[in-house]
């Protein structure tokens, strides 16, 4: 997922760890909706999908503190609109995430 760690934020802000820790949210467009690639699931799921879609990316308190890097990205899941996108960070890290305008 290095490659979604490269390209430009279409949406970004911060969100409360615990409540009170800040941390970085982002969301990411790209062109390539990626599968599972799991020979078990169907092919609709399993190959990758030549789509726009929108990746949501989050760094957690500890990881940064820890290596005093730039914010380590973790996997938030994938969006068909940047309204679901939005929608799946609330769902993953909590409804208050403060975006930048």
């Known amino acids: 997922m290095d ?5 430009p934020s279409v949406k970004q802000g911060l969100w409360f760890h615990g409540g009170v820790t800040t941390c970085h949210v982002r969301i990411v467009r790209h062109h390539l909706l990626y599968g599972s690639h799991d020979a078990d699931d169907p092919p609709e799921l399993a190959d990758d999908r ?6 949501v990316r989050y760094d957690l308190p500890v990881r940064r503190a820890a290596r005093r890097t730039p914010p380590a990205w973790q996997d938030g899941g994938a969006a068909l609109s940047l309204r679901e996108a939005v929608f799946l960070a609330q769902r ?10």
């Not at 030549?50 to 990746?55: I, R, S, T």
């Open 92 to 101: 993953k890290l909590g409804p208050v995430i403060s975006w930048d305008d």
């Open 3 to 7: 490659e979604l760690d490269r390209l």
């Open 50 to 55: 030549a789509m726009d879609c929108y990746y």
